[in-house]
């Protein structure tokens, strides 16, 4: 069942910008870390940012550090990805997930995640 539900996908040429949404319950956002991972055709889902449930911590892929940032809504239950300079290598299926600990990297450690997003960047 999809806990979490995104939006904000789509095609943006390189060098562009792009915003996730990842909308929560009340109860979900106040009680977990969030986290955002992507997973390209063929390849294993990849991590590429958390927040602790407070929002005052913060961890990002090196992949992505100084071109992404995590924030949140606190009156929408929602947390955000803005994504900077995309390249070509950054497209894939973007998720939002939430779980007990922050900062964790490996799918596993989410329990709940939203239905994905396609985000395309073209050269």
């Known amino acids: 069942q999809v806990q979490l539900v995104e939006s904000g996908g789509g095609l943006v040429q390189a060098g562009g910008s792009l915003r996730l949404s990842c909308a929560a319950s009340?109860?979900?956002?106040?009680?977990?870390?969030m986290g955002w991972f992507r997973q390209a055709p063929g390849k294993e889902r990849e991590f590429v940012a958390a927040?602790?449930?407070?929002?005052?911590?913060?961890y990002f892929a090196d992949s992505v550090k100084g071109r992404f940032t995590i924030s949140r809504d606190n009156a929408k239950n929602t947390v955000y990805l803005q994504m900077n300079s995309l390249k070509p290598e950054d497209t894939a299926v973007y998720y939002c997930?939430?779980?007990?600990?922050?900062?964790?990297?490996?799918?596993?450690?989410?329990?709940?995640w939203s239905q994905g997003t396609q985000v395309t960047v073209s050269s």
């Open positions: 009340r109860r979900t956002f106040s009680s977990n870390a």
């Open positions: 927040m602790s449930w407070s929002g005052g911590s913060t």
């Open positions: 997930a939430a779980g007990p600990v922050w900062g964790a990297t490996i799918p596993s450690r989410y329990n709940y």
